[in-house]
């Protein structure tokens, strides 16, 4: 059984600040994607990542797959209020993708 | 617009009842799943579809059943519910299972 966590639980920044949230697994995952979910929506696929190490940019927000396929990182650039929601990420296992809580972000005007 | 619809949006039952939640997608989509969102416990899967006619249990497939007659449709039946059943349900759909999923708008379901 794979243990998956993503950190922070909770975020609270100012715009314009820069921050970034993690997904960390005990296990070796084939591919991850990163969603955001905003209140009383379903999650929105922002970015699948497949090779270790790899690095995706889409506009203010950086995507990192770690070298050991095992953990990744969303980096947010000058932070701004339509950037909160709650991030999920969702590594693959097998055939099958199996998500994070994820981190809960606020940003402040 | 295309995507994932699903209804109702919000459904209050009483303890034993039967529902359906209802999900339809226009992508043509082969694959189409079922989560259920809780508080601390993330999207966990119930149950999925690879295609027309096949479905197969997911992580947490207790109380629930499905079937897909068509490619559009992935109804969600739950014959009696319990108060543990209380959650935001998702039906998703993809080309297949191992691209990117596009989510319906959910279902918020509260057994009491």
């Known amino acids: 059984t794979q243990l998956l966590e993503q950190s922070p639980q909770f975020l609270s920044i100012q715009e314009g600040e820069n921050l970034t949230v993690y997904c960390n697994s005990s296990?070796?995952?084939?591919?991850l994607q990163w969603y955001r979910q905003e209140p009383g929506e379903g999650p929105v696929l922002l970015v699948t990542?497949?090779?270790?190490?790899e690095v995706k940019k889409l506009k203010r927000l950086t995507f990192q797959f770690g070298d050991a396929r095992k953990d990744s990182s969303l980096h947010i650039t000058a932070a701004q209020p339509g950037d909160t929601g709650l991030y999920l990420c969702?590594?693959?296992?097998?055939?099958?993708?199996?998500f994070g809580t994820g981190t809960s972000l606020t940003v402040i005007p | 617009n295309a995507g994932v619809t699903q209804t109702p949006k919000f459904q209050v039952l009483k303890t034993g009842q039967s529902m359906t939640l209802q999900c339809a997608q226009d992508?043509?989509?082969?694959?189409m799943s079922w989560y259920r969102q809780d508080p601390g416990m993330g999207l966990r899967l119930i149950h999925y579809?690879?295609?027309?006619?096949?479905?197969d249990q997911g992580e947490v497939p207790n109380g629930y059943n499905v079937s897909r007659s068509t490619t559009e449709d992935f109804p969600l039946r739950l014959l009696s519910a319990a108060p543990s059943q209380t959650s935001v349900y998702f039906c998703a759909s993809s080309e297949d299972r191992l691209n990117g999923y596009t989510f319906g708008s959910g279902t918020r379901l509260t057994v009491v």
């Open positions: 990542v497949v090779t270790g190490g």
């Open positions: 992508m043509n989509h082969e694959y």
């Open positions: 969702a590594p693959r296992y097998g055939n099958q993708f199996y």
């Open positions: 579809s690879v295609g027309a006619g096949i479905t």
């Open positions: 296990s070796v995952f084939s591919s």
